[in-house]
């Protein structure tokens, strides 16, 4: 069991128990942040208000691509077989969305039923475009590498995803169809247009390959892909360990963006005139509200980047009685303010807790389980797991010309000194972190010197880690010198 004392020494209160992170999220955002959103409206500009289903649900992935990216065939794959609603076609089938989640039976819950469901976090779907953004974990945006094109509809769904810039991924699809110069080019082209799109300092990861179970019209890149893949994969798979930072991460963009708006609604209200020329000067505000942020992030040290959308914002405005809005309430600024300050950072400790005392979740099923184990695995038979299969020591092979330059370090009852053997390994002019983890792995008998063995295994993985292959952890059986099976064991 894990709990969380937070108190407020100000007030005297009585400390509170939580036993979650999840308790504690939805205790804040009750008690803390939703009190100030609903006195400034924050749910009819930006965001409806978050329920319990929103801090229970599972981890989720958007997928968005124009059509015919191949985006149920990308569903479709990880998954391995058909699923409920699903249909692939060269036509245009982006005129709704389908939520693919797990369940006992397979079945179609209509999106009128499935919007009503407390137990889903899909209640106020309706009326906010921007609402997925804000609750998934991860955001993947799929592109055709054989007609890679971003209209101008795609352009401002990438752009409606502001502020959520970490939560995206990209996978260039169908790249299997073109030859590798015109990939690199296309890829290069992609590059571009995101940067133009995305306003983000980092550089969006992008994933290469070809997402479907047909073989590859063009198979060149054929590890590549497979690399991409798995590092892909992984990036899917640590969704599970993340989800509860993910939300609290969420709640802090969140609480920042309502202390804004706070500020933004209550410097109307106080401009607004009690009973002459209301709507002058209504369109007067409305007009200066670039001028209205520039003194708000003045006067509060408040980043552009936390502020909404100008333009957005402007239009909102226009449907909105300004004088029945909320003028400042301090006791409500200060309650998120303690919120962000000492509350979330105790509820930081309790996340790490959960994430070293509770089970690593693992994505299981589908693709996720085809290349875990057997030869199809990634970079199976490669690099130090070449030889894995053979009952000869794959080190063998070269063994002769390894003996060779053994004899002529000077080894004394059969083997070489440290020092002899590092004139020879930095030979290879790999870095000295590197040339000693080789070290570490190939002195199995940890005397601080190498026998004709143990020698020619450290040659074998400096060849390994030459041919561009990681070195592993641990020494693999297979890669044991046969005289020292015994002693590894």
């Not at 308790?23 to 100030?36: D, F, Q, R, S």
């Not at 080894?411 to 053997?421: C, H, I, L």
């Amino acid at each position: 069991m894990f709990s969380w004392l937070g108190t407020d020494d100000r007030r005297k209160k009585e400390p509170e128990v939580f036993q979650t992170v999840s308790e504690g999220l939805k205790k804040l955002y009750k008690t803390k942040l939703l009190p100030l959103e609903e006195s400034y409206k924050f749910h009819e500009f930006h965001s409806p208000a978050l329920e319990d289903a929103d801090f229970d649900n599972k981890p989720m992935v958007l997928l968005v691509g124009q059509y015919s990216t191949g985006k149920t065939s990308f569903i479709r794959y990880l998954l391995e077989q058909d699923f409920p609603g699903m249909r692939i076609g060269p036509e245009p089938t982006t005129d709704s969305f389908i939520a693919v989640m797990h369940g006992n039976t397979e079945g179609v819950i209509p999106g009128n039923a499935l919007v009503v469901d407390p137990k889903k976090p899909f209640r106020k779907l309706n009326a906010f475009g921007n609402w997925f953004a804000e609750r998934v974990d991860r955001i993947i945006l799929l592109f055709d590498a054989h007609k890679l094109d971003i209209s101008d509809e795609f352009s401002e769904v990438i752009k409606a995803l502001k502020n959520h810039e970490d939560k995206i991924r990209v996978v260039l699809n169908k790249a299997d169809q073109i030859e590798t110069q015109q990939l690199m080019r296309v890829y290069g082209a992609l590059m571009w247009s995101l940067g133009k799109i995305v306003n983000t300092p980092e550089v969006i990861r992008v994933y290469i390959g070809s997402f479907w179970s047909h073989p590859l019209l063009i198979p060149d890149n054929r590890k590549l892909f497979e690399a991409e893949e798995q590092d892909l994969f992984k990036d899917i798979q640590s969704l599970p360990r993340n989800a509860a930072l993910r939300k609290l991460n969420d709640l802090i963009k969140r609480a920042r963006l309502a202390k804004v708006h706070a500020y933004i609604i209550s410097s109307l209200k106080k401009e607004m005139p009690s009973v002459f020329g209301k709507e002058n000067k209504k369109k007067e505000l409305i007009g200066s509200l670039g001028d209205i942020y520039k003194r708000i992030e003045r006067e509060h040290q408040i980043s552009p980047g936390d502020f909404p959308n100008l333009k957005k914002m402007q239009d909102q405005l226009q449907a909105q009685d300004l004088t029945k809005f909320q003028p400042l309430k301090p006791k409500l600024l200060e309650a998120v303010d303690d919120m962000l300050a000492n509350d979330i950072a105790s509820l930081m400790v309790l996340v790490r807790q959960e994430e070293t005392q509770r089970p690593n979740p693992v994505v299981k099923g589908g693709a996720f389980d085809g290349t875990l184990d057997g030869p199809f695995g990634h970079g199976y038979g490669e690099g130090a797991g070449e030889g894995i299969d053979e009952a000869e020591w794959v080190v063998a092979r070269d063994k002769p010309a390894y003996d060779e330059i053994f004899y002529t370090l000077s080894p004394v009852n059969g083997k070489v000194t440290g020092a002899n053997a590092k004139k020879e390994m930095v030979k290879s002019k790999l870095p000295n972190t590197v040339l000693g983890k080789i070290w570490k792995l190939a002195d199995i008998d940890k005397d601080g010197m190498l026998d004709d063995e143990e020698f020619a295994l450290a040659n074998h993985l400096i060849k390994v880690k030459l041919e561009g292959h990681e070195l592993p952890s641990e020494l693999p059986a297979h890669l044991v010198p046969p005289s020292k099976r015994k002693i590894s064991e």
